[in-house]
């Protein structure tokens, strides 16, 4: 243990006095946070896909969700008529969902022969703060107003009505927090580990260390330590700079369940980082490696936009990579309060974190060939 | 005799299209310094980093404070020192905290006291609270020793410890090395340097293409080599060189120099009256005594610079 702390406290030093480190873990994330805050608009969609509860299952329900799709903005699915949508919406961490309620045919066919008006009401759940909540709504009530138009031709007989579900009082910067929180996880960890194993490995430092007492596995677990500790600080500052600037709302439950995912995260991307690392020589390479699998990461995995609104081929590259569920579990916790998505996604990110540490563990050698 | 503290035997490295190390046998005793000897790629690192436990040999035995470095090196860790070739301290570390980080891997809290009195062992006090990407390259060799030294090793590795260094840090790394060995301290140490290992080594094996060409004594292998004493004839130039040869002595010409080489020292003082009746016209006169530079010529057959063999 000794050992384990001088190597990890001895390594911190060392990294806090590069200010790179320092600056990627601390800086950087507020920069960001600053950054989305001031300049958060919404976000440009190509198809959303929207899950829609049929009740009614009428000619005119069945009309309506083939004229959405024919908008080729929306893609309906379909929810069974079984589930409570509004949990459903929070199970799945929705950001939008329609429901069509039963009698919508009967309702609209009556209200348009008593010239009466708004008789029945489609509602949309999710979360109104939502890029493809902003979008799905203007889709939803353009083919309303032409169907309204269609039945009477005075005054409307169905109207759309939302229902928040996420959390009251969220804004969008909140779902970018988690993003940020875990775009700096990758950074931290999986950046500096494989630039670390290569420089490590280039100036013989592991050399150097396999002439002492250390083993690979005390090595390994300071830097997850190191690593772990200072995300940790930077959650706290990234989330002081979002509370006192933009009114983030994270209770106390949302960031102890962040934590519970940066220390998998870290834990992942450390390891993904070491077996990186142990596949080049030199920094130049590192930089190179960590780059072509850093950036497709950064921007496919959900860390500064909803993966709903990227195209679908995007959305099935997104879902192996690992950023993505650390992503989705952060926000799962810390934004829908979804905690069996959250620890589905913490699942995966452990087993993802075990598969690549034996790989990496077995592929990193301290010794010369 | 003291006991052997490494005693290697058939000892080799092998890769694809090259044998690093083919087959070398000796034994270092305790409290010597044993040098290791030869041009760049004659085997010297290989060998020592087999010893050090970073490579598996291909074949033969390797036995260091009698464990095999194969199978139980984890046992005497804890004893051994090592300063590699390829030495680099870690940038933002001071000497003082690298010492102290140094000792915690190897299980020892070192005191502030402690770790001042490694620094002061290897002449850095007055660096040591600065961060070592600002050190010399002497500076940063010294840092090195000064961490192989926090496990109080009994058995030191000093893989050139010299090489790229400028004169005086090398004089001053030369006494550093002596005083260890004034501890009782073991020391294996490979250089290139003829000139490091003649001052330094008890016992000097000479490496060339894998295998040990020579090996002993310093005084002992220029005298088996027959280099005896040089008569340097200063400015002899061609006239001066004829004349030589027309005496029957061993003779070459260097830099318009002649060197006549007396193997016996017993016939000194005549070929000295025999040199003297020639009555050449000379720049100076004066005698040099057999080198492992004589050694290596005679046994390689080339002269060596800054480990890269002169044809």
């Given amino acids: 243990m000794k050992k384990l702390l001088a190597e990890t406290f001895t390594y911190g030093k060392q990294y806090l006095r590069t200010r790179i480190g320092a600056f990627f873990t601390f800086i950087f994330p507020v920069l960001l946070i600053l950054l989305f805050g001031a300049v958060f608009t919404s976000v440009g969609t190509s198809t959303i896909s929207l899950p829609v509860q049929d009740k009614d299952g009428s000619t005119l329900s069945h009309l309506f969700l083939s004229s959405l799709n024919d908008t080729g903005v929306v893609k309906v699915s379909m929810v069974p008529d079984t589930e409570d949508l509004q949990s459903y919406v929070r199970a799945n961490s929705l950001s939008v969902a329609l429901l069509i309620p039963a009698g919508l045919e009967a309702n609209a066919s009556a209200c348009a022969a008593a010239n009466g008006r708004y008789c029945t009401n489609l509602t949309l759940y999710g979360d109104p703060s939502r890029s493809t909540y902003m979008v799905a709504q203007g889709v939803v009530e353009a083919v309303v107003e032409q169907m309204n138009f269609a039945l009477t031709a005075r005054n409307p007989?169905?109207?759309?009505?939302?229902?928040?579900?996420?959390?009251?009082?969220?804004?969008?910067?909140?779902?970018?927090?988690?993003?940020?929180?875990?775009?700096?996880v990758m950074?931290?960890?999986?950046?500096?580990?494989?630039g670390l194993c290569a420089e490590y490995r280039s100036r013989k430092y592991f050399k150097l260390l396999a002439t002492t007492t250390l083993t690979k596995a005390e090595w390994l677990a300071s830097r997850f330590l190191w690593f772990s500790m200072i995300l940790l600080i930077s959650l706290a500052l990234t989330v002081a700079a979002g509370v006192a600037l933009w009114n983030v709302h994270v209770t106390l439950n949302a960031f102890a369940a962040a934590s519970v995912f940066i220390l998998a995260g870290t834990f992942m991307l450390t390891s993904l980082g070491m077996l990186l690392g142990s596949a080049v020589k030199d920094p130049e390479s590192a930089s190179a490696v960590a780059n072509a699998i850093g950036f497709p990461m950064m921007f496919l995995s959900g860390s500064f936009w909803a993966l709903e609104t990227t195209p679908f081929y995007l959305q099935a590259v997104a879902k192996v990579l690992p950023l993505t569920y650390l992503n989705s579990g952060l926000r799962d916790?810390?934004?829908?309060?979804?905690?069996?998505?959250?620890?589905?996604?913490?699942?995966?990110?452990?087993?993802?974190?075990?598969?690549?540490?034996?790989?990496?563990?077995?592929l990193m050698s301290w010794k010369e060939r | 005799m003291a006991e052997a503290v490494i005693e290697v035997k058939g000892l080799a490295k092998h890769y694809p299209g090259k044998k690093a190390v083919d087959g070398v046998d000796f034994e270092v005793r305790k409290g010597q310094v044993f040098s290791l000897l030869g041009p760049n790629g004659a085997g010297k690192t290989t060998t020592v980093e087999i010893l050090e436990g970073l490579r598996t040999p291909t074949a033969g035995t390797a036995l260091v404070l009698d464990h095999d470095v194969t199978k139980d090196y984890a046992k005497i860790r804890k004893r051994v020192g090592v300063l590699p070739q390829d030495f680099e301290p870690f940038d933002r570390l001071t000497p003082t905290e690298?010492?102290?980080?140094?000792?915690?891997?190897?299980?020892?809290?070192?005191?502030?006291t402690d770790v001042n009195r490694i620094l002061e062992q290897v002449s850095l006090t007055d660096r040591a609270k600065v961060q070592a990407i600002k050190l010399s390259g002497g500076e940063k060799r010294k840092l090195g020793i000064a961490m192989s030294l926090v496990g109080e090793p009994e058995l030191l590795f000093l893989d050139e410890p010299t090489t790229g260094l400028d004169p005086k840090a090398r004089r001053d790394l030369w006494g550093l090395v002596r005083r260890i060995e004034s501890e009782g301290r073991t020391v294996v140490l490979t250089t290139h340097y003829l000139d490091e290992a003649e001052q330094l080594a008890d016992e000097v094996a000479i490496m060339h293409q894998g295998k040990i060409a020579a090996h002993g004594r310093p005084q002992e292998l220029i005298s088996k080599s027959g280099s005896g004493t040089t008569v340097v004839l200063g400015g002899a130039g061609e006239a001066g060189l004829r004349a030589v040869q027309r005496l029957g002595l061993p003779v070459r010409q260097e830099n318009g120099d002649v060197l006549?080489?007396?193997?016996?020292?017993?016939?000194m003082k005549s070929v000295l009256r025999d040199l003297a009746s020639l009555d050449l016209p000379l720049r100076d006169m004066y005698t040099r005594r057999g080198t492992l530079e004589d050694v290596f010529l005679t046994l390689v057959g080339a002269r060596m610079e800054e480990g890269v063999l002169q044809q």
């Fill in chain 2, 98 to 112: 690298a010492v102290g980080y140094w000792g915690r891997l190897f299980d020892r809290s070192l005191s502030r």
């Fill in chain 1, 333 to 362: 916790s810390m934004v829908y309060g979804n905690m069996n998505g959250a620890l589905v996604n913490l699942a995966v990110v452990v087993v993802l974190g075990v598969v690549f540490f034996v790989l990496g563990s077995k």
């Fill in chain 1, 187 to 194: 950074v931290s960890s999986m950046y500096f580990m494989t």
């Fill in chain 2, 260 to 267: 006549v080489r007396v193997a016996d020292p017993s016939q």
């Fill in chain 1, 157 to 184: 007989a169905i109207k759309v009505d939302s229902r928040q579900v996420v959390v009251e009082g969220f804004t969008a910067i909140d779902f970018f927090l988690p993003g940020i929180v875990g775009m700096t």
